[in-house]
């Protein structure tokens, strides 16, 4: 008896060892072969099990133990799309976990002049590429039913932070930033708006001339302030961020530095260039920041009219209620500027 206890005992013991190195070997031994750390695994969206092994094949040393363990876990019958967060050292078990959870992608995007060029940027982090993002913006539906026109609807694309999934449709990333606009025009800015008499989109497109003339936050409130002097007056802005953008514009080149604005360039043909058109142009120049619309929102309130850039106090301006008060100051931002023979 004690002699088939022993065998029995023996025989259990090399079964457990035979399972557990089993286990070990297909579940938790490192089945990788990259050198980084870590890196993301990007699975499109109704891609099946062929397409992941083929995906993922390149960074697994031993496929057959990876097919195994996803066929034990069925993940072969049940694959997700989206960006996974792969581990140097990750065993089959981990592999297959990771292929079931999702990581996030945090969006940021700022200061981008154009609809084409945010899309560029979102349309590299998610799944979602430029011109299906432009596509979804511009379509004619969403711009009819939400009051938007084909210039202006970069005013929902408020400059954040935001949290997507990789395999974010463009039509889920519009509508997701139509929600956060929808949020961020609550009652007390909507007051506000109204009593300028402006709508959202309206003040946006001011805004973007505002945070293109000064990064100085302190001082938008100011520019903000003679620009709404200038409209309720009924003379023509006169902004030369307005004119850089058409010049740009014309140019088909958002790349080009334009430090200096010249005289013959006041007068370019463009709905944007607010030396010869009247009001606010037709959409904005930029996607201004929250500081900046909100400088709109709560302008200074002041008798100033002329502003231009101080030589004195570099990145603020010196305003003026009266044009010769501004010549004087426009005299000196002028030498000063032929002075460092800055020519455009």
Avoid at 127 to 156: C, M
Avoid at 171 to 198: H, P, Q
Avoid at 199 to 220: C, F, G, Q, Y
Avoid at 254 to 274: A, C, E, H, M
Wanted: some cysteine.
């Amino acid at each position: 008896m004690n002699k088939k206890i022993k065998l029995l005992l023996t025989i259990g013991s090399a079964l457990f060892f035979i399972v557990a190195g089993f286990v070990y070997f297909n579940f938790f031994l490192d089945n990788t072969k990259f050198s980084k750390e870590e890196f993301y695994v990007e699975i499109p969206t109704g891609s099946n099990y062929e397409a992941v092994k083929k995906i993922v094949s390149p960074y697994i040393k031993n496929i057959k133990g990876f097919e195994l363990m996803a066929s034990l876990r069925s993940y072969d019958k049940n694959v997700k799309s989206g960006r996974f967060l792969f581990k140097k050292g990750m065993g089959n078990y981990g592999l297959v976990a990771s292929l079931r959870r999702n990581i996030p992608v945090n969006l940021a995007f700022n200061n981008q002049e154009r609809l084409e060029n945010i899309a560029q940027r979102v349309g590299s982090q998610i799944e979602a590429d430029s011109l299906q993002l432009i596509t979804a913006f511009r379509d004619t539906v969403f711009l009819k039913k939400n009051g938007f026109t084909k210039e202006n609807v970069i005013s929902v694309l408020l400059p954040n932070s935001y949290e997507f999934y990789w395999n974010t449709s463009a039509e889920k990333f519009r509508d997701k930033m139509l929600e956060e606009y929808t949020k961020f025009w609550n009652k007390d800015r909507l007051s506000k708006a109204e009593v300028l008499g402006l709508t959202p989109t309206e003040v946006t497109t001011l805004a973007s001339i505002v945070h293109k003339e000064t990064v100085k936050a302190d001082e938008r409130p100011r520019v903000a302030g003679a620009y709404l002097n200038r409209l309720e007056q009924g003379m023509p802005l006169q902004a030369d961020p307005t004119v850089i953008y058409s010049l740009k514009l014309r140019d088909n080149d958002f790349n080009q530095v334009i430090k200096r604005v010249l005289y013959g360039d006041l007068t370019i043909s463009s709905p944007y260039n607010t030396y010869v058109n009247l009001g606010l142009p037709p959409g904005p120049i930029a996607q201004p920041d929250i500081n900046a619309i909100d400088a709109v929102l709560n302008p200074e309130k002041h008798d100033y009219i002329y502003f231009c850039a101080s030589v004195e106090r570099f990145g603020y301006h010196e305003f003026a209620s009266t044009y010769p008060q501004h010549q004087v100051n426009a005299k000196k931002y002028a030498d000063w500027l032929n002075g460092t023979g800055t020519k455009r």
